[in-house]
């Protein structure tokens, strides 16, 4: 049985503080100064620990970690990436895992395989503009997950008992090459989507000049080579089993995000189809 519980929302930032939803008990905590730590945290039963993609992402959740077992934190639910120490960045999830293991305090981990939504956030683009979107992974195939789909089985394991102690794989309900994806955005959108492989060293160099680090843009190149390798396509059903309901396709993701995909004018000729659908003519016509 679920019960209702206060949220917290702990943001690094003022700004994102007073940015937040008005309905949301925002906070800020900025990993390194411990009394936004010590403050986000009072009276506070469970955490949602979601650490930033950076090289001391370790250090930064322990100092976290350490201020929960001084609070009494009940559990500790912590988002961490499937692949273990196969790649950058899960191996850094991994590392950090242990210190939660080691600290003896009640703890599940969630390992998601790459997000849906990263086609929004970094592909989006030149989607728009160049109907493509470019990558290093060949013909790897992914089982991507909705966000979504997270949240759902986040709520699920902060608001009821029984998952401490436990990580679970949470995956979509296929693994899918990129070409696939691109078939698959191209029948959501209306119009030919491609996926372009880059050879790695040029993804590199794009990214730097892009002005992203040399560790971030290193690190995320190793996720590739993971996923270029065959090493991301486990689909795993910790997502039916725990929620209830079916991971989301890429399908349905597609559809739902959709507009993010389309030009301004493909927007604009969609909007006035759902009209004329509705009133039989276009916006502003006279009868």
Not at 170 to 197: C, F, M
Not at 212 to 235: I, T
Request: charged share 20%.
């Amino acid at each position: 049985m679920v019960r209702c519980a206060g949220i917290r929302a702990a943001y690094q930032s003022p700004d994102k503080v007073r940015q937040a939803p008005a309905a949301v008990a925002a906070v800020l905590m900025e990993y390194t100064q411990p009394e936004t730590v010590r403050a986000a945290l009072h009276d506070v039963e469970r955490v949602f620990l979601v650490g930033p993609p950076l090289a001391n992402l370790v250090d930064l959740e322990n100092r976290v970690l350490r201020a929960c077992v001084s609070a009494g934190v009940s559990h500790v639910v912590k988002l961490s990436a499937l692949g273990g120490r196969q790649s950058t960045f899960p191996g850094l999830h991994r590392d950090s895992e242990e210190r939660i293991e080691a600290a003896g305090i009640p703890y599940t981990f969630l390992r998601p395989n790459g997000f849906m939504q990263n086609f929004v956030t970094y592909n989006a683009d030149t989607i728009r503009t160049q109907g493509a979107f470019y990558a290093a992974q060949a013909d790897g195939a992914v089982s991507v997950i909705d966000l979504r789909d997270i949240a759902a089985v986040a709520v699920k394991v902060l608001s009821e008992r029984g998952h401490e102690g436990k990580a679970y794989a949470l995956t979509g309900p296929q693994a899918l090459t990129n070409g696939e994806i691109a078939g698959k955005l191209s029948d959501a959108v209306g119009r030919e989507i491609r996926y372009v492989n880059v050879p790695p060293a040029d993804l590199r160099n794009a990214m730097l000049a892009a002005g992203v680090p040399e560790w971030s843009a290193d690190a995320l190149l190793d996720l590739q080579r993971l996923y270029r390798e065959g090493k991301a396509s486990l689909v795993d059903p910790a997502v039916e089993h725990i929620t209830g309901g079916r991971a989301t396709t890429f399908d349905q993701f597609a559809h739902d995000y959709a507009s993010a995909f389309r030009r301004v004018g493909e927007i604009l000729d969609q909007a006035a189809r759902r009209w004329r659908g509705c009133t039989g003519q276009l916006p502003g016509a006279g009868g």
